[in-house]
């Protein structure tokens, strides 16, 4: 009844009909909740979605988080059951789940300037509602825009994509079925730059085969990187035109 | 939020005079716009999203999985839902999810979700609720009426030849088209239900209350209404406060105002289409 799924076909094509080197379909949506939140977003890369708010700097609501010299940033993750194709219930206290807050706290910890907001907080706070893979890549770049948003100043970007490496090929940005068939790291970097904020790989790759996966990743960053950068100009120019700023 | 006494005492007295005077300026039975969406998540069987405007957000899923039965007739609906913020134990989230679990098991009739006399679609409906300022119970219930009108089941292949049970049985583990074009809807001869809560200050009702008019009233009620009319009440606390007291008088006017108010949201749910 399994049918072979041919995940990279002799003709240099995916399962969803591109090649090795593009992205899927990237959108986003930034100030999408002004009420709620301080800073806001939406990313859709794929099937996958995202929703970020953050809310801060703001005075701390805990005297324990309360850092002398620095913001203290705080990443609370919520999956929805209905996100996967198989329904599942998923606590806050799920080892991946807190794995995955904590990647995104360390990262944006050094991304953020944070040396402007001493004994501050700042809370992000993400909604995963559909997942196809490249999950905590959404994560990061949809926290990214909500902090932008915020008015949270940050040194740049941090943009994060997903390489993967099937036999002798490299292929970028994976849905669900090529993440579950192939090694595959997930990359952030910090804007344009070759400086790399998080390198996350789970699986075994050949030591000799890493670079070419780096590389691709890093293109992959700085494409999305330039695709973020468009929209928050398009709606910075909106805001201006309406004379909202 | 915590009401200054001069504020409350403002609010108290402008909802409790006849006729009332709500801050905001809304009639009694005035809902405030909302802005929803369906079939939003492609990874669902049924979607949708409401957003309110102040702020008050809920994302409900819906999914259905196969499960094997015995001949009974049993309604397999399970509702779950996450206020973000709480813990999953709070007697919020859980009165949420019974009311609206029980209001789905008594009112969906088992033969919808039948796939062969082994076999039966258990729904799961998980609702989130990222940001609530009132009551999210209201929020909460309309997502899911928007979402269970939205679902749809895959149609079974091939189709049995007889429509009798015993060629039903022969069927050993079903095979579902993968069009889904293909899918039958949940909601054709069925509507879902819709759990309204009202709120009663003094002798007045007030529907759609926003969280300061929630802070002054004296408690609440709560209806579940399905297939035009109302099949179930229930008086909730809508402060911590509450004395709760409230007459009969002003218990049947309540379930007669949120009668009408469900009718008339019923109508305007089902006129919202955006897949």
Redesign the interface.
């Known amino acids: 009844m399994a049918s072979r799924i041919e995940i990279y076909s002799p003709e240099g094509l995916r399962l969803d009909g591109r090649r090795w080197n593009e992205v899927r379909h990237f959108r986003c949506a930034i100030n999408t ?1 002004p ?2 939140s301080d800073g806001s977003s939406i990313i859709e890369q794929g ?1 996958t ?1 995202v ?1 970020c ?1 953050v809310i801060g700097p703001a005075e701390p609501t805990l005297r324990s988080r309360v850092l002398p010299d620095r913001v203290s940033i705080s990443v609370k993750l ?1 999956v ?6 198989e ?1 599942r ?1 998923r ?1 806050q206290s799920d080892s991946r789940i807190q794995e995955m807050c904590s990647s995104i706290q360390h990262v944006f910890e050094d991304a953020v300037i944070a040396h402007l907001f001493p004994r501050s907080q700042i809370d992000v ?1 993400l ?1 995963v ?4 893979g490249g999950v905590l890549q959404a994560c990061i770049n949809a926290t990214t825009l909500a902090l932008i948003d915020a008015g949270v100043p940050m040194y740049d970007y941090v943009c994060a994509c997903t390489a993967g490496m099937l036999d002798r090929e490299v292929l970028l940005d994976l849905n669900r079925i090529e993440e579950s068939a192939m090694p595959f790291l997930t990359m952030a970097t910090i804007g344009g730059t070759r400086k790399v904020a998080l390198l996350l790989l789970e699986m075994k790759v050949q030591f000799d085969r890493l670079e070419s996966m780096m590389a691709a990743a890093m293109s992959g960053c700085h494409h999305i990187r330039d695709l973020m950068d468009n929209e928050v100009r398009k709606h910075g120019k909106s805001r201006l035109e309406r004379g909202s700023l | 939020m915590p009401l200054s006494l001069t504020e409350e005492s403002y609010l108290s007295v402008s909802l409790s005079q006849r006729p009332p005077c709500r801050p905001d300026g809304r009639d009694q039975l005035q809902f405030r716009p909302i802005d929803a969406a369906t079939g939003i998540l492609p990874t669902t069987n049924g979607s949708a999203r409401i957003r309110l405007d102040d702020g008050g957000e809920c994302i409900v899923g819906v999914k259905a999985e196969v499960i094997t039965v015995s001949r009974s007739d049993d309604v397999h609906v399970e509702v779950d839902c996450d206020i973000v913020g709480l813990l999953p134990s709070s007697p919020l989230q859980n009165l949420l999810c019974s009311t609206l679990e029980t209001a789905i098991k008594n009112s969906l009739p088992s033969r919808l979700l039948r796939i062969t006399n082994k076999y039966s679609y258990k729904i799961f409906v998980d609702g989130i609720i990222l940001d609530h300022v009132s009551h999210p119970l209201t929020l909460l219930s309309m997502t899911t009426y928007l979402a269970l009108l939205d679902t749809r089941l895959p149609r079974l292949t091939p189709e049995p030849l007889g429509a009798n049970d015993n060629d039903k049985d022969e069927i050993g583990i079903p095979q579902f088209s993968s069009d889904w074009a293909d899918a039958d809807r949940l909601c054709m001869s069925w509507s879902p239900p819709l759990v309204q809560l009202a709120i009663i200050v003094g002798k007045n009702v007030f529907v759609d209350a926003t969280g300061e008019e929630a802070e002054v009233s004296d408690g609440g009620l709560l209806t579940v209404w399905h297939d035009g009319r109302v099949v179930g009440l229930r008086v909730v606390k809508t402060r911590d406060s509450s004395k709760q007291v409230f007459s009969i008088a002003s218990i049947s006017n309540a379930v007669e105002i949120l009668a009408s108010a469900s009718r008339d949201i019923e109508k305007a749910l089902k006129g919202i289409r955006t897949s």
């Open positions: 909740h009420i709620s099937n979605k929703i708010n919520v929805a059951p209905f996100s996967t194709i329904r219930k606590p706070n909604y509602v559909a997942q196809d």
